[in-house]
């Protein structure tokens, strides 16, 4: 057993890059032009070389505060700013001749007829700022700017804080994002269950505004918004669920789910009120489907846990249904076509939405485990290989952190390292199977969460152990949604989120989110932007500068553990 690394670290005082300079006066002000001095400016500024930063310090030399105890000495971390700094008095000035004639060597009085250059030279530069802005904006390299379309396939490890809405907050609504999560699922059940969040996300800010589906009772009457047999289960309020099963996430449309809903009894949806207190037991943290039976002997076509959307509100799927069969395409129908009553025989069908990326992951502890690892493998090659081939997009899985947790059976997962290092080498695994069966613009990614948490495991215990994690001390906290999410978008664009976004706004980055956690829990709070600075370094760090932690374990050779967990012994409804 490893023990976790002191709690002390360096605290390096933070100074932010500030776009506000001083204000300039209105005053007249004399400024002798020298454009020898600035070549030379030039010169010095390009002899010196990359300067090298401290490990908290950032590519660009601005530094990072790392979240420190109050007991940590910060006289011992004093650094100075001398080396990071450029010192100017030596720049010299000697004389030009050929420069413009309104430039040379001119006392230039700002705010009069004199400083001005000839308006066809400022008009030349205005185009040529304007056209070099717009062709940046537009290339196809500028990956800041881009819009993509990601599908998400998990479980709680996502719909904590929502990091789905969390990442189109990161990108300012450049990734548009539909998901299929549900509590406890691996990517062998996710296809059983289906989505598990109608009693999740069925809250006042997941509440569609300008949503509409023809509404019907039981006799299949349409209703109307005043109608007043205003029964359980169809109200006439729609909420964002995300879809109903991976099939309708990737392709728009399910057949199994239609076939289903076709033999759906209205009786069947739960009596509930309007409230969001949670009168059910509603969350996964004891979820778990019965592995000692082979998961294959469960169906879709029977299984109902009472938390899928479409199950629940009929309306819901009839609202999923148009996002995609109004723009559907019609085909012809051979058999015994009827030349008097043609029409009957086309069929509409839907028009499948187009994806960039689709982000999944298992169950946390399944990969590093030999039977469910063996299990997320032959559901990859059974399903997913066909789905990935079929839509085009590119895979990215999510390698998810390690937790130490007195409610779950940790056997056979020693330490934090060990979990971390078994739990990549489950994921390296898949990504090699992906990587053999998909085309080269299709090659997977993996979005290392793991290594980014296990750099905070070494580099501050303290912050790692009360931060990172929901009281569970399973899920992550608003601080490690935060941290998974800029991994996630780091992976996706090969950059980090825009500082002005992921810190500027971090007060407003969750104002989206469906639910943070459940409501009878204790509420947890949001980063404060110092704490957010250092996870946002540790991203970078990981991501962009290949990081990788000092007590990470290089498995290569298919390691796992065989202990199957039991779980049922260290469940407890009264932990919180």
Excluded at 356 to 380: E, G, M, V
Excluded at 505 to 517: I, N, P, S, V, Y
Aim: glycine share 4%; hydrophobic share 30%.
């Amino acid at each position: 057993m490893l023990s976790p690394p002191s709690s002390s670290f360096s605290n390096y005082q933070a100074f932010e890059d500030d776009d506000t300079g001083p204000e300039s006066s209105t005053s007249s002000v004399e400024t002798t032009t020298s454009l020898p001095a600035l070549e030379s400016a030039e010169s010095q500024l390009s002899s010196v070389h990359t300067l090298a930063f401290p490990e908290n310090a950032t590519s660009d030399g601005s530094r990072v505060p790392v979240p420190t105890n109050s007991s940590t000495n910060n006289n011992t971390h004093n650094r100075q700013e001398s080396q990071y700094c450029v010192d100017s008095s030596n720049f010299g000035e000697s004389k030009v001749k050929r420069i413009p004639i309104w430039l040379r060597s001119k006392k230039i009085q700002l705010g009069t007829a004199a400083a001005a250059p000839p308006v066809a030279v400022l008009l030349l530069l205005l185009l040529l700022v304007t056209t070099t802005t717009t062709v940046l904006y537009f290339s196809p390299n500028n990956k800041r700017h881009t819009r993509v379309r990601v599908a998400m396939i998990g479980n709680s490890m996502m719909y904590y804080n929502d990091m789905p809405r969390l990442l189109e907050a990161l990108s300012e609504d450049r990734i548009q994002q539909d998901s299929c999560l549900h509590g406890d699922a691996s990517l062998s059940t996710i296809l059983i269950t289906g989505s598990g969040t109608y009693k999740i996300w069925k809250q006042g800010v997941g509440q569609f505004q300008n949503a509409s589906t023809e509404l019907f009772d039981e006799s299949g009457k349409a209703r109307t918004s005043n109608s007043k047999n205003n029964n359980a289960g169809y109200k006439e309020r729609l909420y964002d669920y995300g879809a109903c099963t991976v099939p309708q996430l990737l392709f728009g449309y399910d057949a199994t789910l239609d076939q289903k809903m076709q033999d759906w009894s209205f009786e069947n949806t739960i009596d509930d009120d309007d409230s969001n207190e949670d009168f059910y037991f509603d969350d996964d943290e004891y979820y778990t489907m019965d592995y000692a039976n082979d998961i294959y002997n469960y169906n879709f076509d029977s299984y109902d846990d009472g938390s899928n959307p479409c199950l629940m509100d009929p309306n819901y799927y009839r609202y999923r249904n148009s996002l995609y069969w109004q723009d559907g395409l019609r085909e012809e129908d051979d058999n015994d076509v009827d030349d008097n009553n043609y029409e009957n025989y086309w069929t509409w069908k839907p028009k499948p939405p187009k994806w960039d990326y689709i982000i999944l992951n298992d169950n946390t502890r399944n990969p590093a485990q030999t039977s469910y690892r063996s299990d997320a493998l032959s559901i990859l090659e059974q399903k997913y290989i066909a789905w990935f081939q079929e839509t085009g997009a590119t895979p990215v899985l999510m390698f998810t952190y390690a937790y130490d947790t007195p409610y779950r059976d940790m056997s056979g997962l020693l330490d934090i390292p060990t979990f971390t290092s078994l739990t990549y080498e489950g994921y390296r695994q898949f990504a090699e199977l992906l990587s053999q069966r998909l085309p080269e613009n299709q090659q997977p990614k993996i979005a290392p969460v793991g290594l980014a948490f296990l750099t905070v495991w070494e580099e501050s215990f303290d912050f790692w152990n009360s931060t990172l994690f929901h009281v569970d001390r399973i899920h992550p906290s608003p601080h490690g949604t935060f941290l998974q999410g800029c991994v996630v978008y780091c992976t996706l664009y090969g950059l980090l989120p825009p500082k002005t976004t992921a810190i500027g706004k971090l007060e407003t980055l969750f104002d989206g989110a469906r639910r943070m956690q459940p409501s009878r829990h204790r509420r947890l709070p949001l980063p404060t932007r110092e704490e957010a600075s250092y996870l946002y370094h540790v991203a970078e760090r990981v991501c962009l500068q290949n990081h990788v932690p000092k007590s990470f374990v290089h498995y290569e050779n298919g390691e796992s553990t065989d202990y199957t967990s039991q779980d049922d012994t260290y469940k407890n409804d009264n932990i919180y």
